[in-house]
């Protein structure tokens, strides 16, 4: 199966070429793939463009890009312009994004999430197939004046969405290639996730989607500190309700019981259950929360799976 890691260089001097040096690294360890967060600082298409030239090996990804505060065409742009950079190998996610940073930040109100998303994914897949568009929406209009195919892009681009509750796997089976769950155990996968989306994908007469599970985790022999570290990371997510729901659903009572932190034999295990529940792919995200040792230790292990 595909293994793959979450590159995290925000702290660097340069996070440009810390990120291109940590890519090298997870490509010699056997990982397959390279996947870069989105915030409010770098650009994560661009990211992954440079990273995917430098690193052939790798296949690159963002997830997820909010589709609050951005438009299909700007956001066509930039993918196509990152998969003819890395020849095929740059996956573009996208998500719903959260109440508190969308009004906070860009001023707009968080409202009907759903219908955005299916406007945008409606109008971004027929720029990333033909270049053109000519969509007009309740909510957000797409045309295109003047071409919007990028020379080289002509493949299109694989579009996936962050997507864990009902209304949004319907969309997304509908519309995308498939979804990156985070924080949604093995439990939920099986039991809620997997089938939504399959059956969502099957009625719209879509491929099999895929399911790139990303799960936060680590490989080390410190497993109490670490775990009380990851705890206090990962309590934001407690208070988001779509997250909160999937923590329940998979048997949690906090998102750090869903973290995979132990030694190899354990991290192996869990990989494995995420495979069985319907994950066809697994990404492993803040590899770094126990320093550099375990972070290369956990790389060298997820690289082995991936073989």
Do not use: C
């Not at 293994?3 to 291109?20: C, E, F, I, M, R």
């Not at 770098?42 to 505060?69: C, K, M, N, Y």
């Not at 003819?84 to 508190?100: D, E, I, N, P, S």
């Not at 924080?183 to 994908?201: C, E, K, N, Q």
């Amino acid at each position: 199966m595909t293994v793959g890691v979450v590159l995290t260089a925000s702290d660097a001097p340069n996070q440009v070429d810390a990120a291109v040096r940590l890519a090298h690294e997870a490509a010699e360890s056997g990982v397959t793939s390279a996947w870069f967060g989105q915030t409010f600082g770098a650009d994560s298409p661009q990211l992954a463009a440079i990273v995917g030239r430098e690193v052939p090996a790798l296949q690159v990804g963002t997830s997820a890009i909010p589709v609050f505060g951005r438009h299909p065409l700007l956001v066509s742009s930039q993918a196509q312009t990152a998969q003819v950079a890395t020849h095929g190998r740059y996956h573009l996610g996208l998500a719903l994004g959260t109440k508190l940073l969308t009004e906070t930040a860009f001023g707009l109100p968080f409202e009907r999430p759903i219908a955005r998303l299916r406007e945008f994914l409606t109008a971004l897949r027929q720029l990333t197939e033909t270049g053109t568009a000519d969509f007009h929406g309740e909510l957000l209009t797409a045309t295109t004046p003047l071409p919007a195919r990028v020379p080289g892009a002509e493949r299109g681009v694989p579009l996936l969405v962050a997507a864990m509750g009902p209304q949004a796997l319907r969309v997304s089976g509908e519309l995308a290639d498939g979804i990156l769950p985070y924080l949604a155990g093995p439990r939920a996968l099986a039991d809620h996730i997997v089938p939504a989306l399959t059956t969502a994908a099957e009625a719209a007469g879509r491929p099999a989607p895929r399911i790139v599970a990303l799960v936060p985790g680590v490989v080390t022999d410190d497993v109490e500190p670490v775990r009380a570290k990851a705890t206090e990371n990962l309590a934001f997510y407690e208070d988001i309700p779509s997250y909160a729901r999937v923590i329940e659903l998979s048997g949690a009572r906090r998102a750090a019981d869903l973290a995979v932190i132990g030694d190899e034999r354990a991290v192996e295990a869990e990989v494995r259950r995420y495979r069985d529940a319907g994950a066809t792919e697994v990404v492993f995200s803040g590899t770094e929360i126990a320093g550099e040792a375990d972070r290369r230790r956990t790389w060298r292990l997820l690289g082995e799976l991936a073989r």
